[in-house]
């Protein structure tokens, strides 16, 4: 993996982005790298937000507890994530 790392000072990369006020008037250190594993976790994403809408709407009415209903939704669910 290629990595940059670059000294700046921070007044000028504070025209590019939001830093805090304490950084000002010094050097930083700024290092890229690929952001590669980003789709990795928006495929990971996407299968906890296609989970979490099957979780949406009313619980239907059973004879079991909340407690009941909790248990046998983290055992469906415990693989995601």
Same mark, same amino acid.
């Given at each position: ?34 952001? %590669?594993?980003? &789709?990795?976790?928006? #495929? /990971?994403?996407?299968? +906890? ?18 407690? %009941?209903?909790? &248990?046998?939704?983290? #055992? /469906?669910?415990?693989? +995601?994530?």
């Amino acid at each position: 993996m290629e990595v940059v790392r670059k000294y700046i000072d921070a007044d000028s990369l504070m025209t590019v982005m939001q830093l805090p006020e304490k950084f000002r008037n010094r050097k930083l250190e700024v290092i890229v790298l690929p952001a %590669e594993e980003q &789709e990795k976790s928006s #495929k /990971k994403a996407a299968e +906890i937000d296609q989970a979490l809408q099957s979780l949406v709407g009313a619980i239907p009415y059973t004879d079991m507890s909340l407690e %009941e209903l909790r &248990e046998e939704r983290l #055992k /469906k669910y415990e693989n +995601i994530g």
